[in-house]
């Protein structure tokens, strides 16, 4: 079981970036698939982007892909999410969480047990 602890969000104006990362402790990390999720206020939580365990493959959900970017540094234990152009739209709760399967533009969460999050907020 991997288990994480996301950082890296704040208070963001539109247009600004933000890098996120997710520490992660486990045997198990450098062999998962992970993936970014995300809560937006009053919404169901939803795919953001996964990496492969070898970085070999990318996907993002249909609206992100341009202007974030995945990756993940195995020997650190951590992966990043690069957020770049940011919109009020992307203020939520950002989880990191290893990824059980994809479909299209979607993956779905190996479990239904997250960590804390970080929260983003973009506003001007």
């Known amino acids: 079981q991997v288990q994480v602890v996301e950082s890296g969000g704040g208070m963001a104006q539109p247009g600004d970036s933000l890098r996120l990362s997710c520490v992660a402790s486990?045997?198990?990390?450098?062999?998962?698939?992970m993936g970014w999720f995300r809560r937006a206020p009053g919404k169901e939580r939803e795919f953001v982007a996964a990496?492969?365990?070898?970085?070999?493959?990318?996907i993002y959900a249909d609206s992100r892909e341009g202007r974030f970017t995945i990756s993940r540094d195995n020997a650190k234990n951590t992966m990043y999410l690069q957020m770049n152009r940011l919109k009020p739209e992307d203020t939520a709760v950002y989880y990191c969480?290893?990824?059980?399967?994809?479909?299209?533009?979607?993956?779905?969460?190996?479990?239904?047990?997250w960590g804390q999050g970080t929260q983003v907020t973009v506003s001007s």
């Open positions: 969480h290893a990824v059980n399967s994809c479909s299209g533009y979607d993956c779905s969460p190996s479990a239904d047990v």
């Open positions: 486990g045997r198990t990390f450098s062999t998962s698939a």
């Open positions: 990496i492969t365990w070898n970085s070999a493959n990318r």
